[in-house]
């Protein structure tokens, strides 16, 4: 795939604190392996090496001495995800571990042989893609303070008005997710939601209308979404949302929370609409080797399938 270099992930300060040199060659190795993770590693065995002196910034800590030190740097840097790898079986350290933020994982951080589980690594790697978004979200938020973007065009990847990704960047995305759903053999699924008469509000009220209608809608759809789930538009009127590590039943949950969100009217300068909008569903289960182009085919057989059936229904896929 030929990446607008535009849209190139920015790079992870990625901090490795563990008294086991494999661990950190091991964390270093899955982030590497992993080509959409661009990251800066710095290993170090225990906090006592970086005291007294500035830590600088990191975006992804990952520990594996102890409760105490999660605790520590979770404190010290705030805009970090930490991750500890060694779970604690004292309660106490556990309610410290929840207070402070840390992400706690339910697992040996070590397999047979002391190499990485591919449980720790698969988090690893799906807590560093989430840290590049939030810099990429901000890097973008920055730019669109000073100059104007287009909802469709290819130089950025996120339309200024909804905070969604584009079109162009919202397909890139998918196939991204679904190669990596593919990979770590994952259940993915994919909604789309279709407004019924989006060009003809757009021709009888205008672009400043439907501007500030968007930027409404926008926000009631955020409110019911994950911060791990994908958003963007997919077309006039067409949102696209990837919905990563979810089976069929939870695509189902989110298409229900999506509905609930759209069934009030949105008012603008007086206009009320009343939302008319057609949703599909598509899922891949896990260990189940799908293409990106056949999910989204299937996915357009399926909101047209939702068109001629009865409005604010979902139709699943088969």
Same mark, same amino acid.
């Given at each position: ?8 992930? $920015? ?13 950190? #060659?091991?964390? /270093? ?9 661009? *990251? ?31 605790? +520590?740097?979770? =404190? ?9 790898? *060694? /779970? ?26 002391? *190499? ?5 690594? /698969? ?29 469709? =065009? ?7 008005? &909804?905070? +969604?990704? &584009? ?45 500030? +209608?968007? &930027? ?19 077309? $006039? ?11 069929? &039943?939870? =695509? #189902? ?23 008319? +909008? ?26 047209? /399938? *939702? ?5 604010? =229904? ?5």
């Amino acid at each position: 795939m030929v990446r607008n270099t535009d849209n190139i992930p $920015p790079n992870l300060s990625v901090l490795i604190v563990s008294s086991h040199p494999q661990i950190g #060659k091991e964390v /270093r190795s899955t982030l590497e392996e992993e080509e959409l993770i661009q *990251a800066q590693i710095t290993l170090i065995s225990h906090r006592g090496e970086i005291a007294g002196r500035s830590m600088g910034r990191h975006h992804l800590v990952i520990v594996d001495t102890g409760a105490e030190d999660a605790c +520590w740097f979770a =404190g010290r840097l705030p805009d970090a995800s930490v991750i500890l790898i *060694a /779970r604690p079986e004292d309660v106490l350290l556990k309610a410290s571990l929840q207070a402070s933020g840390v992400i706690d994982l339910p697992s040996s951080p070590r397999s047979s042989g002391g *190499a990485l589980s591919p449980f720790i690594g /698969r988090t690893i790697c799906y807590h560093a893609l989430r840290q590049q978004i939030v810099l990429l979200n901000k890097r973008i938020t920055e730019t669109a303070t000073t100059k104007s973007l287009p909802m469709y =065009g290819h130089s950025t990847p996120f339309d200024p008005r &909804t905070g +969604w990704h &584009t079109h162009a960047h919202i397909v890139d995305r998918c196939q991204e997710e679904i190669v990596r759903a593919t990979r770590y053999s994952l259940p993915i699924a994919l909604t789309m939601v279709e407004l019924e008469g989006y060009d003809e509000i757009e021709r009888k009220y205008g672009d400043e209308f439907v501007n500030e +209608w968007m &930027t409404l809608l926008a926000q009631r759809l955020r409110a019911v979404c994950r911060h791990c789930d994908v958003i963007g538009h997919y077309g $006039p009127g067409s949102i696209l949302a990837i919905l990563t590590n979810t089976d069929v &039943t939870g =695509g #189902k949950r989110f298409c229900e929370r999506i509905n609930q969100a759209l069934l009030p009217s949105i008012s603008v300068h007086q206009q009320t609409i009343d939302l008319v +909008w057609s949703t599909a569903l598509v899922s891949r289960p896990e260990g189940h080797p799908t293409t990106p182009t056949e999910l989204l085919n299937q996915l357009e057989r399926q909101i047209d /399938r *939702a068109r001629r059936a009865d409005k604010r =229904g979902v139709v699943v896929s088969d």
